[in-house]
């Protein structure tokens, strides 16, 4: 079975750092690209950032740039989010989302984690 | 990044076809041919429905259909159920290696 698990939520001080972590499983995990997804409380979707199989490519949304770094560990089948100078706008829940065709990056999302929660409070 | 632009809410009565349409720009929506719409029921992960513009993934219904002309996209619920009551997301690819969503709709069965 397909399957995304994140971890590495909770809550934290503005200005401070998180990491998330997305463990995947039931395909094989470098083909994929892969991205972070997030949606604020009774808000929409906001995609966050995304990174190629092979990590040659990346992107972010604009308000993350300088402050969050994607990643990821082939040989562990995990991906990660860096997250520094945190501010309360960061409050969400953050999913990790893998893409639909293999050496893509562009297709739709086809399977979601549960996603992991993000509170960003002093 | 600009958010794309969807209608809040649309309803429809059981049976009956809607359609929801997102407006993007000639550097999203209109530039490439990756508009992918999402369903999330409340509290649940969003769902695949359609990508590549128009491609069903396996285990979707074939009441769903997607289309593109221009900077719009649309999403159409042919035969609408009970259960398509939901939210629905388009998503765009934006160039440079980014996405970009939309603001969402509220699809309700009456």
């Known amino acids: 079975e397909v399957q995304l698990v994140e971890s590495g939520g909770g809550l934290v001080q503005p200005g401070r750092s998180l990491r998330l972590s997305c463990a995947a499983s039931g395909f094989t995990f470098d083909d994929y690209a892969m991205h972070w997804v997030r949606q604020a409380p009774g808000k929409g979707l906001e995609w966050v950032s995304g990174i190629s199989g092979n990590s040659g490519n990346i992107g972010y949304v604009d308000s993350v740039k300088g402050r969050f770094t994607i990643s990821r560990d082939n040989a562990k089948n995990s991906l990660y989010l860096q997250m520094n100078s945190l501010r309360a706008e960061d409050t969400a829940l953050y999913y990790c989302a893998k893409i639909v065709g293999a050496g893509g990056f562009v297709d739709g999302m086809d399977v979601w984690g549960q996603g992991t929660t993000v509170t960003v409070s002093s | ?110």
């Not at chain 2, 490439?32 to 649940?44: C, I, L």
């Not at chain 2, 993934?57 to 259960?83: C, D, H, M, W, Y």
């Open chain 2, 1 to 110: 990044q600009s958010a794309l632009t969807q209608p809040r809410s649309v309803s429809g009565s059981p049976g009956q076809s809607v359609t929801i349409s997102c407006t993007g720009t000639s550097s999203d929506v209109g530039g490439y041919n990756y508009v992918s719409w999402y369903q999330q029921h409340p509290d649940k992960a969003p769902k695949l429905m359609i990508y590549d513009v128009s491609k069903r993934p396996s285990g979707v219904p074939g009441r769903f259909s997607g289309s593109k002309s221009g900077n719009s996209a649309s999403l159409t619920i042919s035969g609408l159920q009970a259960e398509d009551e939901a939210d629905y997301y388009c998503c765009s690819y934006a160039g440079s290696y980014t996405y970009v969503f939309g603001t969402g709709t509220k699809v309700t069965v009456l």
